[in-house]
């Protein structure tokens, strides 16, 4: 299982509810709002692949690409057979006219919809929808969507508007893994079978077409052949990138040169505008929408410290996640009691259940003392801001001091660079360290599978079979997703009983833009899609 999606700059999602509003019918091109209405959008996130041979800058490939700002691309320039709907964690037809599984959820059978073409004028059909699978699997890229699609047996284009997916095993949860970036529509005849684009082009069938692109910026135009469910509301969006500079994105949104700052902005940055007269005085507002990005701390089951549950125990007995989120997250994000956040099917709270929503000092001593640890524990907390954002140095020290302020740890935080970050934990040499989770897709499955199932990302030696052998298989083959809320609570009551990880909060989403933009409140839900056609500018 892929681990690109443990990934976060900043909390980005839950808090106010997106109302679910149906959608709109099939939309053509060409129905954009006057030619003077386009829209900046800044952001901090990298949203670019680079050429290894020649180091030029290139667009995102849907072969290769797995993290946030490359799927914002594939949203907005890519159609998938099906989508999520504003506000709704259920895909509907987008690409396709229809689509169903048959055969006990073991094969997923679409047609397609009349008329679909490329930005490039060339027609859409069955033929592009299973190259562009066999693609991503072929390719194999290891930044890439692939495990994503590891349930695909074999597809069939039977006629030019039928496309047949045979699944290895009932998966319930394909519908949302081809409603994500993961089932981006490429044109069989300008991507190759078995190698990444490399011409600088994004050619899709979606809203818009990627007009230019280079480090600093990408410019998206309304794609006059599309034929979807989306309604464009604008004439174009610029995408205008910041390269991790938060500071710096933050001052183009005061001095207006962007309308609208997603993702990247510091949690301290959000808290303040929100607060700032002189930012209402010049119309700036904060936009707050759901998420389903989580972060958690994660215990190396092999590590002679934390490898002892009692140590783990003590550490959840201690933990203060309301103090974490009100002074480092600045309430950007909530405390978090489960394994899937609030907002999906399934959310409990069994770690609330288990070890309280205060620090409880007496009791994590009384866990220790019945192992015989007398002496402090002396504990390294593992960070690396480089991949999750500047305050996760910051929470990690203000955990460790919670630790400490009981008497019963000596805890330090040590912080890494990314590459080595990761290459230590795969060697099994840090014992509690930060990861970050951004959903692939609004599923009970996708907080559960890639953190326990065979090879999951965790990488911190947890196994637990009942959850791998029975629990995953059997609520994948559910296709009513409300169904499988029996066996995950259970196996969230397992985790919470065993503690490889323990979760810490859920963030909340915002984009902060001028009061004549309109429609961001449809660009933020748990779906993680970000919209282009849905902001308007008055």
Known sequence: MNVRKWWTSTPIGAGLAVALLSSCGLQTGGNAADSDDSIVVGMSDDVLTRDPVSD??????????????????????????ISFPRGSSTPQPEAAKSCAFENGNKTYRCTL????????????????????????IRINDPAGPAPLLSTIAEITAPD????????????????????????????????????????????????????????SRAVFSVNSGYRGTARVKNSGITLAFFQG??????????????????????????????????????????????????????????DPVVGKLPVRKAIAYLVDRDALVSEVYHSTATPLYSIIPAGITAHNTAFFDMYGGSPQPAKAEQALRAAHITDKVKLTL???????????????????????????????????PFDEYERRIAA??????????????????????????????????????????????????????????????????????????????QGKQYAVAYENISGLQWTLDASTVFRFWEISKF
């Open 160 to 215: 030019a508007r039928t496309v047949v997916f045979r699944l290895t095993v009932p998966d319930a949860t394909f519908p949302s893994k081809i409603a994500s970036g993961a089932g981006s529509i490429v044109d069989h005849r300008t991507y190759p079978a078995d190698s990444l684009r490399k011409d600088g082009l994004a050619i899709g069938s979606g809203p818009y077409q990627l007009k230019s692109f280079d480090k």
């Open 56 to 81: 030029e800058v290139l667009p995102p490939d849907p072969a290769s690409s797995y993290d946030p700002g490359s799927w914002l691309l594939f949203n907005n320039v890519y159609q998938s057979l």
């Open 113 to 136: 919809r009349d008329g679909l073409t490329f930005s490039n004028g060339d027609s859409l059909t069955s033929k592009d929808v299973k190259h562009s699978f066999d693609r991503a």
């Open 245 to 302: 500079d938060q500071k710096k994105l933050a001052s183009a949104l005061r001095n207006g040169d962007v309308d609208v700052a997603y993702r990247g902005l510091a949690a301290q940055d959000i808290s303040q505008l929100q607060e700032s007269s002189a930012a209402a005085d010049k119309g700036i507002d904060v936009v707050e929408g759901t998420s389903a990005e989580v972060q958690h701390l994660v215990f190396n089951m092999k």
């Open 382 to 416: 593992w960070s690396t801001p480089s991949r999750y954002g500047p305050s996760t140095d910051s929470a990690f020290r203000a955990i460790a001091k919670q630790l400490n302020a009981s008497g019963l740890f000596d805890a330090k935080v040590t912080s890494l």
């Open 428 to 505: 099994g040499e840090l014992g509690v360290y930060v990861k970050g989770w951004v959903p692939d897709y609004p599923d009970p499955d996708n907080f559960t599978q890639p953190f326990f199932g065979t090879d999951n990302v965790l990488q911190n030696g947890y196994v637990n079979d009942d959850i791998t052998d029975r629990i995953i298989p059997a609520t994948a083959a559910l296709a009513e997703r409300g169904a499988t809320e029996r066996a995950f609570d259970e196996l969230q009551g397992d985790v919470a009983e065993d503690l490889p990880i323990l979760p810490l909060w």
